[in-house]
């Protein structure tokens, strides 16, 4: 058995080989859990506080355990940053001679099939994608990975990315004719024969959900399975689990068979005419919608005669479609991948219209130029449960932010865990000396239509204490706006706000300044690690419920209500506290870090249910005094 206080001691491996690290009793005993259950078996949830360095607690387990080990992430970044940072740190510490990969979805890598298609399409592209072509084209001749996120000059979302990436619709497989050179088969080769191989939650769940969109053979290979930031699963599984139809996807049909008729059937002008068809029909279901933006439950515009009608107009468009397709069958591998996508998105189209079993939520979205119909599984623990099962290895479930007061239960439910080993340890933090926590008196009720003004006039003192340094967290992007706009001139630093530039650009800004109030929504929540006296100072608005206009949220609190269960302290409690918990994290990140956390919700109070958000949170000093706050940034100025 593995002597964690060797790696992990005051005078261990890791305190000798890397730079500035220091012993956490909490990390070696995470590290020994993670060991046991990699070597017994079974399920773990567990969550680590800040600062207990829970991706080397379970790193070195996984280096050491000589298993196949799948890592999955939250997001991309976390990703790229544990596979070219923290991974080759401890694997180089321990000597370990583990192989590794990394795999991501495929639309992160470079299709050299579409790549070669866009010269049939350049004269769709703008002057920008067109620029953006060619440095595509000049780096994909030197690329070995094809992770399209070396190419950062230009931004993930760029529109040119999908026309030279794929996706599982447009896909050839072992048809297309660049298979032998793909750079999507040859990271899944490299992950099929690692030891460890890092992926993400979206890439996991769509693996999981039969889509393909993974590894195939891998999964039943593994003896372990580690997701961190697990808390962010049951939003990505119950997408996956689920289906949708996008006007995105529709036109990516009509244009990739465009392109694939140029090649393959330009003796049948049917095929063109019925695509752009596909096209309008497409557009005129969008304007169906309406022109404001938003999200609904599919009830709320089921019997509107202008959707029914753009419907029925869109499924036949995609029948005829599918019809002038079929009768090129054989013609070319191109057009028949077509043909197959036009049939699958003719399914789902149907399947949207038809009420079925109420195991799932049937909803809508609209952004400024697209739509989307969705089904979300209702539930998705047993969904999940049952997949554990087909893949019989250790699972280890890990975040800083999964325990509601000190319980798993919530996330447990959610998941289908309720029988799994749960350990909880806390932040090696010093938070009652490091960190103040201020609810303010006074300030009205969060649906006063004061508030915003309220909080925005409360902030002002506050930020004068910290000379800025500031995150001001909203929960909707319009009290961002209204706090931007007023605020705009009655601060003396600088101020960022959340829209105006790309996440990454304005932490760096942020970080760069010294003294900036930075202004964000959710993204800003999670995700975000500024570390030092840039940031000394957290203002969160109010506890961040989710909208109870969010037709998933409504359908799930409807399901409960009608078990006989308490939908607000079942389940929208525990999912604001979680939030909350990551809204505060952004805070104390280091073992120097001072700080003020100021909730101005007067609910954390004078409601029961404020006990639940207390408990969630760090031990931090807690004041109600405004000039405590004053005291301890003067307190901070002196020991800097």
């Given amino acids: 058995m593995t002597d964690y206080s060797e790696i992990f001691g005051q005078e261990g491996w890791l305190a000798s080989r890397i730079e500035g690290f220091s012993h956490r009793p909490q990390q070696q005993e995470m590290a020994a859990a993670i060991g046991r259950v990699m070597t017994d078996g079974g399920v773990l949830v567990c969550e680590a506080g800040t600062g207990t360095g829970k991706t080397f607690a379970y790193l070195v387990p996984a280096l050491m355990s000589g298993l196949k080990v799948i890592i999955s992430t939250g997001t991309k970044n976390l990703q790229d940053q544990l596979f070219h940072r923290d991974l080759p740190m401890v694997r180089q510490s321990l000597a370990s001679p583990v192989s590794t990969a990394l795999l991501k979805g495929r639309a992160n890598y470079l299709c050299l099939h579409r790549l070669d298609n866009t010269l049939v399409e350049e004269i769709r592209l703008t002057r920008e994608q067109l620029e953006q072509l060619k440095s595509i084209r ?121 392109t694939e008729y140029h090649k393959e059937a330009k003796d049948t002008p049917v095929i063109i005419e019925r695509a752009d068809s596909l096209k309008k029909c497409a557009g005129d279901m969008r304007l169906a919608f309406g022109l404001e933006t938003r999200r609904g439950a599919w009830s709320e515009v089921a019997d509107n005669a202008s959707v029914t009608l753009q419907l029925e107009r869109l499924t036949e468009s995609l029948e005829a479609l599918a019809e002038a397709l079929r009768a090129v069958e054989g013609r070319g591998k191109g057009l028949d991948s077509c043909k197959e996508r036009c049939e699958l998105l003719l399914h789902r189209l149907r399947a949207q219209d ?72 806390d932040s090696p933090f010093d938070y009652p000396h490091q960190a103040l926590w201020y609810v303010p008196k006074g300030i009205p009720e969060p649906n006063s239509p004061d508030f915003n003004r309220a909080v925005s006039d409360l902030s002002i003192p506050i930020l004068e204490a910290s000379q800025g340094r500031a995150f001001l967290l909203y929960t909707s992007h319009r009290a961002l706006q209204e706090a931007a706009d007023y605020l705009a001139d009655k601060l003396e630093f600088p101020m960022l706000v959340q829209g105006t530039a790309p996440r990454t650009e304005l932490v760096e800004r942020f970080r760069e300044l010294g003294n900036a109030v930075l202004l964000g929504t959710s993204s800003f929540w999670e995700g975000v690690d500024v570390r030092g006296e840039a940031l000394s100072c957290v203002i969160i608005d109010k506890l961040p419920f989710a909208s109870p206009g969010d037709p998933v949220l409504q359908a799930r609190i409807d399901a409960l209500r ?15 506290a979680l939030a909350l918990k990551q809204g505060a994290g952004r805070l104390i990140r280091d ?32 004041t109600q005094d405004a000039d405590a706050v004053k005291r301890f940034f003067s307190h901070v100025a002196t020991q800097v």
């Fill in 138 to 258: 000049e780096w994909s001749s030197s690329t070995k990975s094809g992770d399209i996120a070396e190419m950062s000059e230009i931004p993930e979302d760029a529109p040119v990315w999908p026309v030279v990436t794929s996706n599982t619709d447009n896909c050839l497989g072992q048809d297309c004719p660049s298979y032998s050179k793909c750079h999507l088969v040859e990271a899944r080769k490299r992950a099929q024969e690692a030891d460890l191989v890092v992926i993400n939650h979206h890439l996991l769940c769509a693996d999981l959900a039969l889509k393909e969109e993974g590894f195939g053979e891998l999964l039943p290979d593994a003896d372990c399975f580690i997701l961190d930031e697990a808390h962010q699963l049951p939003d990505v599984a119950s997408n996956f689990f689920g289906s949708t139809l996008s006007g995105r996807q529709l036109l990516e049909l009509a244009r990739d068979t465009v």
């Fill in 354 to 425: 038809d009420e079925g079993e109420d195991t799932s939520i049937r909803w809508f979205e609209t952004s400024r130029q697209g739509f989307r119909l969705n089904r979300t599984p209702l539930e998705i623990s047993g969904i999940f449960r049952g997949v554990m099962a087909q893949h019989p290895a250790a699972w280890i479930f890990t975040s800083a932010t999964l325990a509601v007061g000190g319980s798993f239960d919530h996330f447990s439910r959610q998941m289908g865990l309720e029988e799994a080993e749960t350990h909880c340890w």
């Fill in 562 to 576: 009608k078990q006989g269960g308490n939908p607000f302290m079942q389940f929208q409690v525990p999912q604001a």
């Fill in 591 to 622: 073992e120097r870090d001072m700080g003020a956390l100021v909730v101005c919700d007067p609910r954390l109070i004078n409601k029961p249910y404020g006990k639940i958000f207390i408990r969630s949170l760090p031990p931090m000093t807690k």
